[in-house]
């Protein structure tokens, strides 16, 4: 009797499936889903702060425009998809936590074609998170770039965020294996792209940098924020092609992403930043950005 009730008060996780609430465990989608098989579908990942979704509606079309890239005709309008998202946050008494938005190709074939795949399979997946520890935002992250580069604009824009991660992983991967906890990605042409999941500034004679989004960026949501932080701050900001020798030179320097938030990076390439200390406007744009968190989202 006992085991019963302490199996019964386990905390479970409903997972949003397809119109439905599911346990975890009852949270099943076919073999044949092309979102497995191949990669093919779209995703979101959005952050819930103090019961706030923050910046639905810009992950929402940032979603839309990325399953029509792809011709992924979604099955939920942005209202559904909002309303979706709040709910699975609520049915999981979540306050503050990650939620994985995925909308996949569905059950099809062996074959790649999307051709009698369908209907998309919609999941939403709502946990709580810390990426890095706390002390790296107080002390920083080392980073290195890897030889992977970051995929060609003509061969897969990364401005569409596919399921399909397989070019961020091997990076990942190669950075990891020499003992970093993330990857500084080069485009073809040798300027920066990105990290593997943050997008990158930099701030060099008291002006804020980031790389143009045709350099082979996402267009970061966290990113679009610390842009507009730049001007409420007044900082000075440009957008404009980077290289491994401006970051190795630059006064400070700091990654986005709705899973790290706002974190300084103090090394590159085992170079240090600045004085290989997190910068005081580094710190500046984090203690704003968590101020703005709290308070521009969508009530769950
Ligand atoms: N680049 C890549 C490749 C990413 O996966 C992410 C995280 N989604 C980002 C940048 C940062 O984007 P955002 O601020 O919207 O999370």
Not at 39 to 64: A, P, S, T, W
Not at 256 to 285: L, W, Y
Request: glycine content about 8%; hydrophobic content about 40%; some cysteine.
């Amino acid at each position: 009797m006992g085991a019963t009730f302490v199996h019964e008060m386990e905390v479970t996780m409903k997972i949003y499936l397809n119109g439905e609430y599911v346990e975890k465990e009852d949270a099943k989608v076919s073999v044949f889903d092309h979102g497995l098989l191949y990669g093919d579908g779209v995703f979101e990942g959005i952050r819930l702060y103090d019961g706030c979704v923050f910046k639905l509606d810009e992950h929402l079309e940032r979603l839309e425009f990325s399953a029509k890239a792809i011709l992924l005709e979604l099955p939920m309008t942005r209202n559904e998809f909002s309303e979706a998202v709040c709910e699975t946050c609520r049915r999981n008494d979540l306050r503050n936590g990650y939620v994985r938005l995925v909308v996949t190709r569905g059950s099809g074939h062996l074959g790649l074609t999307p051709d009698g795949c369908g209907p998309p399979n919609v999941i939403i997946i709502a946990d709580e998170i810390q990426l890095y520890p706390e002390e790296f935002y107080e002390n920083g992250l080392k980073i290195i770039s890897v030889p992977t580069r970051r995929i060609n604009a003509s061969a897969l824009p990364p401005a569409i965020k596919s399921l399909n991660y397989l070019n961020n992983i091997l990076a990942k991967i190669e950075a990891k294996r020499v003992g970093f906890q993330e990857a500084l990605m080069l485009n073809d042409k040798g300027e920066i792209a990105e990290c593997t999941g943050d997008n990158v500034f930099i701030i060099s004679k008291g002006v804020l940098f980031t790389p143009p989004l045709d350099a082979g960026s996402l267009r970061g949501i966290t990113r679009g924020a610390v842009i507009d932080l730049a001007s409420e701050l007044g900082v000075p900001y440009r957008e404009q092609a980077l290289t491994r020798y401006d970051l190795w030179t630059s006064d400070e320097c700091f990654l986005t992403g709705t899973a790290a938030e706002v974190i300084p990076c103090v090394e590159v390439d085992h170079r240090p930043v600045g004085n290989g200390q997190p910068g005081d406007m580094t710190r500046k744009f984090i203690a704003s950005f968590r101020e703005k968190a709290k308070v521009d989202g969508i009530k769950i």
